[in-house]
């Protein structure tokens, strides 16, 4: 019989896929397969818990051990948005870890919840899960907008994520993710200004050891150059 694993990030997406997934093929050989990366918004573990209670389906976790930021200090490489070597120690190699000894890429299917708009990580995705068989249900009809997920959950009497009514697009890594934005890096700042400056710290430190590296980057008058949080703080308190 064919296992189905949902790589259950604790995103709306991946909850939405997960919704689908049962819907079609039933719950007794249903996956929900969470890698923790220790450092997510604590309603994150409560929203996964309530999820996989509704479902009916207990909750795998996996986890290398690590945060982020050890990680970077490990491989002595800061992430950013282009490389984050984060997402593969802590999310893919664990992952990839449970499936190589819990599912026969013959008899089981790997499910990711990025949707209709982010089709063109597809490709690449297919490619880093071989040779298992993946798909893509918030990628194919009825398509959804992430605020018609999010209302899918609370008509099961699911309350989402707090980080999306805190005006967050994501929920991962508490709102630090390195693959954010300068936007979402500000909105941390007015948000969870203790996350923040944790990040901050920890950059720093970072700093101190490789050079002139940083999360972020400015681009100005054609030259791109490292933009520090400590100077992305400065500049919004200071404006």
Known sequence: ???????????????????????E???????????????????????????????????????????????????????????????????QKPCRDWLTTHADPQTAIVYIGIDWSETHRIPGIRRGWSPWQVRFPMAEPPFLTKDQMLDAARALGIEPPRLYAEGYRHNNCGGSCVRAGQRQWLHQLRTHPDRFLHAEHEENRLR????????????????????????????????
């Open 25 to 91: 093929y039933g719950t007794d050989r249903l996956t929900l397969l969470f890698a923790d990366t220790h450092v997510e918004d604590e309603d994150l573990y409560r929203f996964n818990r309530d999820a996989a209670d509704q479902l009916g389906v207990d909750l795998t976790v996996v986890s290398d051990g690590r945060t982020p930021f050890e990680v970077f200090r490990d491989v002595r490489f800061l992430g950013n948005a282009r490389i984050a070597p984060c997402s593969y120690w802590l999310k």
């Open 1 to 23: 019989m064919t296992r189905h694993v949902v790589q259950f990030s604790g995103g709306i997406g991946s909850w939405a896929a997960a919704q689908r997934v049962a819907a």
């Open 208 to 239: 101190a050891e490789l050079g002139d590296v940083a999360i972020l980057k400015q681009r100005r008058s054609g030259v791109t150059r490292p933009l520090p949080l400590a100077e992305l703080r400065r500049r919004a308190q200071a404006a």
